[in-house]
């Protein structure tokens, strides 16, 4: 038993020491304006968003340091989502209001209103927003100026996570463990390799020319994940992306409650962990550093279970206070961590809800391309 200790230890060790190198690496990225002429184009895809593409509209409105345009496609809503975005585009000439086509064979539904929204925007570059996002007032102009100073073409941001109920505490904070305690962000700036390209589909800026030349959403049409997707693609096109610190420059209050928790995270699952190949991977990882020393501790009481244990907590509290996420995530964390794999296994294995994929009410077969 002296040896798992050590191993589960070892695991829990990986996350701990990567979140301290990735925190330190984003504490020291430093903020640049925007230099020359420069237009954003704040590109929001919506479907029957009509309680949040109000309070988004004021937020992009707000946006300083850099000229704004903002654009709403509204794909086949059957709320009020349009009506709001025509009453601001009335008082407003900076946001447009465009209606998506109906959808074309071989596309998932946020990829083909995103691809429309580019081809209708003027910007030098693109900055896509979930109608859950509440921009900060400079995050446009401080994505564009890092995209502008590190060569970028795409540059993403996790935004603040709002989390209010039980559900969303089980669910919504293993985005950051993952981003932080498992990618290594240094490698990630010295190297283009697509393995280690990622991105938050929830703010999500692109320069124009370098979108067009990877092919853009259009070359990942039949996708659902594109924050994944985007960073892989526009690598693999040898484009550098980059991730920054986001929880200043915008908030997000992803899902109200566990289910639709579940149902958010399980439509990307096969595009991420949720492989034959990865996920047994991932449960190593994750199962071992996060939940088992817990599990058995109070059974073997041995130091290094209880080193593990500690270090499992502290690699969250870390997390935690950087991301300025509810607190309430530290002690809930070995469960938020076994609910995240219990979501991946269930959409690998094809079980209940998980066999369909969607987005806002349109659904697709999970792994095949519809």
């Known amino acids: 038993m002296i040896i798992v200790g050590f191993i589960l230890f070892a695991l829990a060790a990986i996350p701990f020491v990567l979140t301290l190198m990735n925190l330190s690496i ?3 990225t430093p903020r640049h304006a925007p230099q020359g002429h420069v237009l954003v184009s704040i590109l929001i ?3 029957n968003e009509a309680k949040n593409i109000g309070p988004a509209l004021d937020a992009a409105l707000g946006s300083m340091g ?3 345009e903002i654009l709403v496609m509204d794909d086949g809503s059957t709320d009020a989502t349009p009506d709001i975005v025509r009453a601001y585009a009335a008082r407003d000439t900076r946001v447009r209001l465009l209606t998506a086509p109906p959808l074309e064979e071989g596309w998932t539904g946020k990829i083909h209103a995103c691809h429309h929204l580019s081809e209708a925007a003027r910007g030098t570059h693109f900055l896509f927003v979930d109608a859950d996002v509440r921009l900060g007032s400079d995050a446009a102009a401080l994505l564009a100026g890092h995209a502008q100073a590190t060569d970028s073409g795409l540059v993403s941001a996790v935004p603040r996570q709002i989390m209010i109920t039980l559900g969303e505490l089980l669910t ?3 985005i950051n463990l993952l981003l932080l305690g498992y990618l290594p962000m240094g490698f990630m ?3 283009r390799d697509p393995g280690l390209g990622a991105a938050c589909g929830q703010l999500m800026l692109v320069e124009r020319e370098a979108y067009r030349a990877s092919g853009g959403h259009a070359a990942i049409r039949s996708r659902i994940h594109d924050g994944i997707q985007l960073a892989r693609l526009f690598r693999r096109k040898s484009i550098m992306t980059d991730l920054v610190p986001g929880q200043r420059l915008a908030t997000c209050r992803m899902y109200a409650g566990f289910d639709e928790a579940w149902a958010g995270f399980a439509k990307n699952a096969h595009e991420g962990m949720a492989t034959p190949v990865a996920l047994p991977i991932w449960t190593v990882l994750l199962f071992g550093g996060h939940v088992l020393p817990f599990m058995l501790l109070p059974f073997v009481p041995i130091l290094p279970l209880a080193c593990a244990a500690l270090l499992s907590l502290v690699t969250r509290t870390l997390v ?4 300025r996420e509810n607190p309430w995530s530290i002690p809930l964390h070995p469960f938020t961590t076994l609910v995240g794999l219990a979501i991946q296994w269930s959409v690998l294995l094809r079980i ?5 994929a969607g987005w806002k009410g349109r659904l697709y077969p999970v792994g095949e391309k519809s």
């Open 26 to 28: 984003l504490s020291a």
């Open 45 to 47: 895809p919506a479907r």
């Open 66 to 68: 850099v000229p704004v």
């Open 172 to 174: 919504v904070p293993t």
């Open 189 to 191: 700036r010295l190297s």
């Open 320 to 323: 935690t206070v950087a991301m």
């Open 352 to 356: 209940g809800n998980a066999r369909r």
